[in-house]
Nanobody
Framework: QVQLVESGGGLVQAGGSLRLSCAAS????????MGWFRQAPGKEREFVAA????????YYADFVKGRFTISRDNAKNTVYLQMNSLKPEDTAAYYC???????????????????WGQGTQVTVSS
């Protein structure tokens, strides 16, 4: 069983930045594709970004391109989401997810992931 723990959420003004972290409790983290999703109240969970197991392939949802950056540190079993130029519409619970299949595709669908964290809340005030 893989445990994923997100941190770094909070309240920020529009235009501000936050850095989310997701720590994984596994020795095989470097073989996982990692993704970030978000879910706002009353809305479906949506894809934000994904990064392949050694970080050579990255994919973003169109609405975050140029503002968010996904990265990972396999030595620390951690994936990050740097969020800049935040907007009120970015307000949501953010979840990290792990895909253990070690196959690369865009990985933008929730069903493609095997493990999920509990989420961290990001609130952007206008």
């Amino acid at each position: 069983q893989v445990q994923l723990v997100e941190s770094g959420g909070g309240l920020v003004q529009a235009g501000g930045s936050l850095r989310l972290s997701c720590a994984a409790s596994t020795r095989t983290f470097s073989t996982y594709t990692m993704g970030w999703f978000r879910q706002a109240p009353g809305k479906e969970r949506e894809f934000v970004a994904a990064i392949s197991w050694i970080g050579t392939r990255i994919y973003y949802a169109d609405f975050v391109k140029g503002r968010f950056t996904i990265s990972r540190d396999n030595a620390k079993n951690t994936v990050y989401l740097q969020m800049n130029s935040l907007k009120p519409e970015d307000t949501a619970a953010y979840y990290c997810a792990a895909d253990v299949t070690q196959t690369w595709a865009t990985k933008d669908q929730a069903y493609e992931y095997d493990y999920w964290g509990q989420g961290t809340q990001v609130t952007v005030s206008s």
